[in-house]
């Protein structure tokens, strides 16, 4: 079936630095979808994007947090300054034309912040 | 805002037998959800198992089904005979549309089948 890929899988950084989180969605899907899971701790919903702007972003969503989807390349995830709590696995998600209903997501990237 | 409640982190069933995974939500949105259930094999990433738009109905996959019942605010889970392959973890979750679309999901439930 249709595949979200996510680049890196783990990634391990000092805090404060930045971050960015890769995702490539189904090819023709035009929402995009971040989801936050710290360990032990349910999915989150973190912000969603469509036609080049987020629509919706929860409380988790701070300030230091940014998505881009420039030219139909990947959809990111910037972390710009990185702090301990943002330790987590982040998944990308995406839907097609058909309806924003089915989320077909990626396998997440395990964000470590030292 | 919206919640969803899983109670049981984890159940072993015994293959063959029937299994019952328990889901309820709570919603502020003035529509009816739209209410999920995905699943995470080992290895695999999360994809969709059965969605249910409208209350009152139900919704099947793979011998899975769950009825959106609005009066008691459930969505649970069953299968009348589990196999081993069904080992997995399984979410709940509420889809509402609001300035775009949102999954809420419960915290999960790792079920194992004993073969």
């Known amino acids: 079936g249709p595949k979200v890929l996510q680049i890196p899988s783990h990634q391990i950084i000092d805090m404060g630095q930045m971050v960015t989180l890769n995702c490539d969605p189904v090819?023709?899907?035009?929402?995009f979808y971040w989801y936050k899971q710290i360990l032990g701790q349910q999915m989150e919903f973190l912000v969603n994007f469509y036609n080049g702007k987020v629509m919706e972003k929860s409380k988790l969503f701070k300030d230091q947090f940014s998505v881009e989807r420039p030219d139909g390349s990947y959809f990111t995830l910037k972390i710009q300054p990185t702090a301990l709590e943002d330790s987590a696995v982040y998944f990308c998600?995406?839907?097609?034309?058909?309806?924003?209903?089915?989320?077909?997501f990626g396998p997440g990237t395990r964000l470590t912040v030292l | 805002g919206d919640s969803v409640t899983q109670t049981e982190g984890q159940v072993t069933v015994s293959e063959s037998k029937s299994l019952i995974i328990n889901c309820t939500y709570s919603?502020?949105?003035?529509?009816?959800?739209?209410l999920f259930w995905y699943v995470r094999y080992p290895g695999e990433g999360l994809q969709l198992l059965l969605k249910v738009i409208t209350a009152g109905q139900k919704g099947s996959s793979r011998g899975f089904e769950a009825t959106y019942n609005k009066e008691t605010t459930s969505f649970h889970l069953q299968k009348a005979s589990v196999q081993e392959s069904d080992s997995a973890v399984y979410y709940c979750?509420?889809?509402?549309?609001?300035?775009?679309?949102?999954?809420?999901f419960g915290t999960g439930t790792s079920l194992l089948v004993d073969p």
């Open positions: 979750a509420l889809g509402v549309l609001n300035m775009g679309y949102k999954l809420t």
């Open positions: 998600a995406s839907s097609g034309t058909g309806g924003a209903l089915e989320q077909y």
């Open positions: 919603t502020t949105s003035i529509a009816y959800p739209n």
């Open positions: 090819s023709n899907h035009l929402y």
